[in-house]
């Protein structure tokens, strides 16, 4: 069993940067391929990164690619995605997940079981 909580969203200009923080409680961490995901009023939930269990893979949705920067830390049981370049088309609810299986990672929210709350992220033009 994984819990995640976020932190780190906010309200900020067009061109600015946020660091959004996943932290996970259990012991097994580091067994969980994670990603980040975000949903916008009216759309879809859409996938923004993952990173592999130990951090030396990542992938990255194309509207992000460049800009947001996926990392973990295993021995602090915490993910982060740090947002540079930010635009109004980025405001959402970025939430944080953890996969269904051990030593996996991937950009389909089906393979995802354990999800955090969600962090708003406000971008203004």
């Known amino acids: 069993q994984v819990q995640l909580v976020e932190s780190g969203g906010g309200l900020v200009q067009a061109g600015g940067s946020l660091r959004l923080s996943c932290v996970a409680s259990?012991?097994?961490?580091?067994?969980?391929?994670t990603g980040w995901f975000r949903q916008a009023p009216g759309k879809e939930r859409e996938f923004v990164a993952a990173?592999?269990?130990?951090?030396?893979?990542?992938i990255y949705a194309n509207s992000v690619k460049g800009r947001f920067t996926i990392s973990r830390d295993n021995a602090r049981n915490t993910m982060y995605l740090q947002m540079n370049s930010l635009k109004p088309e980025d405001t959402a609810v970025y939430s944080c997940?953890?996969?269904?299986?051990?030593?996996?990672?991937?950009?389909?929210?089906?393979?995802?079981?354990?999800w955090g709350q969600g962090t708003q992220v406000t971008v203004s033009s």
């Open positions: 997940a953890a996969t269904s299986t051990y030593f996996s990672f991937s950009a389909s929210s089906s393979d995802y079981r354990y």
């Open positions: 990173i592999s269990t130990s951090g030396g893979s990542t």
């Open positions: 259990g012991r097994t961490f580091n067994f969980y391929g």
